[in-house]
């Protein structure tokens, strides 16, 4: 039975993902599933969705803001833009979204099984059930707004769903995939992230099965006058406490409401590996790599981060804000994204990709590589301090093309965010 993977608090952010960032999300989101595809299958792409620590980090390591509830939207936006080409190929297909598309989900995957062969009515309906399951059956106060459904050829998905909750100013993603699922209504969530909310109605849960069955049978013996008549014979007693829980404790995602990244939210050590294995082994890996026109040192380390995505174990994820340090944020946190290097990372990583798809890995098997080096490195090797690390990136963003959407802002005549500080 699917297993829930943890929770997370997630600050609820407004605003556009502007396009300068979002057609690139699109571009390196989908090179980086291609190269899991190909290293990895099909099905570990699908955990790796799945998993909400792995999730956020591959979406900071986008340049999205590393926190934010946004995330989440711009994800599954930019994987439904950039896989479209490569569906034959992968066979990964990417329904639903925010708002009025995600009411398009079952009608889309209705059409999409008719064309690949699987089950399009029968996903349709588990996509009503998923969304159904977070918005009545886990009743938290989040109200959902924004449902994704990734499906493979072979009819195995995964749906990452998220509600917002307006007056904490807090969002909550709920995670589900179809591997080992065998009931919608009794603990199927992959993983639900959000702020705790106290005690809630939540009829998914193991221990709530009696309640399930009772809920049922109220309605079939006492009808609809006599549930109101039992209501209003209980009212006002208190519920003894529950028991203790006997489900075993699960990891939590807590994602701060501070927007500018800090020290705390970094693990030092695991950036330090991967800046040494850039600068102590990238050339000489990267041989074939730097002949790309552009490519220097600063893209290789950025490589470093996008290679731990790819090739990471689910344990490497637990600090997302780590991954910021890759593209840095569209908010300027840590910041500001550099785009010159954001497209000479496209544009190796691609090369790679390419290469390996024609029978040449050498290139793939140089990025992994860097990985591997960089958990070799851990621990033994000092580097920059965090702040020593955001100040050279301020520095030389104007040399990397750094922008952010306070220059769009800027440039538009519009005030600056909130948050954003004036100047």
Same mark, same amino acid.
């Given at each position: 039975?699917?297993?829930?993977?943890?929770?997370?608090?997630?600050?609820?952010?407004? !605003?556009?993902?502007?396009?300068?960032?979002?057609?690139?999300?699109?571009?390196?989101?989908?090179?980086?599933?291609?190269?899991?595809?190909?290293?990895?299958?099909?099905?570990?792409?699908?955990?790796?969705?799945?998993?909400?620590?792995?999730?956020?980090?591959?979406?900071?390591?986008?340049?999205?803001?590393?926190?934010? /509830?946004?995330?989440?939207?711009?994800?599954?936006?930019?994987?439904?833009?950039?896989?479209?080409?490569?569906?034959?190929?992968?066979?990964?297909?990417?329904?639903?979204?925010?708002?009025?598309?995600?009411?398009?989900?079952?009608?889309?995957?209705?059409?999409?099984?008719?064309?690949?062969?699987?089950?399009?009515?029968?996903?349709?309906?588990?996509?009503?059930?998923?969304?159904?399951?977070?918005?009545?059956?886990?009743?938290?106060?989040?109200?959902?707004?924004?449902?994704?459904?990734?499906?493979?050829?072979?009819?195995?998905?995964?749906?990452?769903?998220?509600?917002?909750?307006?007056?904490?100013?807090?969002?909550?993603?709920?995670?589900?995939?179809?591997?080992?699922?065998?009931?919608?209504?009794?603990?199927?969530? /992959?993983?639900?992230?959000?702020?705790?909310?106290?005690?809630?109605?939540?009829?998914?849960?193991?221990?709530?099965?009696?309640?399930?069955?009772?809920?049922?049978?109220?309605?079939?013996?006492?009808?609809?006058? !006599?549930?109101?008549?039992?209501?209003?014979?209980?009212? !006002?007693?208190?519920?003894?406490?529950?028991?203790?829980?006997?489900?075993?404790?699960?990891?939590?995602?807590?994602m701060p409401a501070h927007h500018d990244v800090?020290?705390?939210?970094?693990?030092?050590?695991?950036?330090?590996?991967?800046?040494?294995?850039?600068?102590?082994?990238?050339?000489?890996?990267?041989?074939?790599?730097?002949?790309?026109?552009?490519?220097?040192?600063?893209?290789?380390?950025?490589?470093?981060?996008?290679?731990?995505?790819?090739h990471g174990a689910p344990h490497r994820f637990?600090?997302?804000?780590?991954?910021?340090? /890759?593209? !840095?944020?569209k908010d300027g946190a840590p910041f500001p994204?550099?785009?010159?290097?954001?497209?000479?990372?496209?544009?190796?990583?691609?090369?790679?990709?390419?290469?390996?798809?024609?029978?040449?890995?050498?290139?793939? /098997?140089?990025?992994?590589?860097?990985?591997?080096?960089?958990?070799?490195?851990?621990?033994?090797?000092?580097?920059?301090?965090?702040?020593?690390?955001?100040?050279?990136?301020?520095?030389?963003?104007?040399?990397?093309?750094?922008?952010?959407?306070?220059?769009?802002?800027?440039?538009?005549?519009?005030?600056?965010?909130?948050?954003?500080?004036?100047?």
């Open positions: 039975m699917s297993s829930r993977a943890g929770s997370a608090d997630l600050p609820l952010h407004g !605003g556009r993902v502007p396009e300068w960032l979002a057609g690139r999300m699109s571009k390196l989101g989908a090179i980086i599933a291609e190269a899991i595809v190909a290293e990895y299958g099909r099905d570990e792409f699908l955990a790796r969705l799945a998993n909400p620590f792995w999730f956020q980090s591959f979406g900071a390591v986008m340049g999205m803001d590393w926190h934010s /509830s946004g995330i989440t939207t711009s994800v599954i936006g930019a994987l439904k833009r950039g896989l479209v080409p490569l569906e034959k190929e992968l066979g990964l297909f990417v329904c639903g979204g925010r708002g009025k598309h995600s009411r398009k989900t079952p009608q889309e995957l209705v059409a999409i099984g008719d064309r690949v062969g699987f089950d399009g009515h029968a996903l349709a309906k588990a996509s009503r059930l998923v969304a159904k399951v977070d918005s009545a059956a886990v009743q938290d106060g989040f109200d959902l707004y924004l449902h994704g459904f990734i499906v493979a050829a072979d009819g195995k998905w995964v749906v990452v769903q998220q509600g917002m909750k307006d007056e904490t100013s807090t969002a909550r993603r709920y995670h589900w995939k179809s591997d080992g699922l065998r009931d919608f209504v009794e603990a199927p969530h /992959s993983a639900i992230e959000g702020e705790g909310q106290g005690t809630i109605v939540n009829l998914t849960d193991l221990r709530a099965a009696a309640s399930r069955t009772a809920t049922v049978d109220l309605l079939s013996g006492l009808g609809p006058d !006599g549930i109101v008549k039992e209501v209003g014979r209980i009212e !006002g007693i208190v519920e003894p406490p529950p028991e203790d829980d006997d489900e075993p404790m699960l990891p939590h995602l807590v800090r020290p705390k939210d970094v693990m030092l050590r695991r950036l330090h590996g991967a800046l040494a294995a850039a600068a102590d082994n990238g050339p000489a890996d990267f041989t074939e790599l730097l002949l790309v026109p552009g490519v220097g040192a600063r893209t290789v380390r950025s490589l470093a981060m996008v290679a731990e995505v790819i637990s600090d997302p804000a780590r991954y910021s340090m /890759s593209k !840095g944020g994204v550099p785009l010159k290097v954001y497209d000479e990372t496209i544009r190796v990583l691609k090369y790679a990709v390419v290469k390996a798809r024609l029978g040449a890995s050498e290139e793939l /098997s140089a990025i992994k590589r860097l990985d591997t080096q960089a958990r070799a490195l851990e621990g033994k090797v000092n580097g920059p301090s965090f702040h020593e690390y955001v100040a050279e990136e301020w520095r030389r963003s104007e040399e990397y093309g750094g922008r952010t959407v306070m220059d769009d802002a800027r440039e538009m005549g519009r005030p600056l965010p909130k948050w954003a500080k004036a100047g």
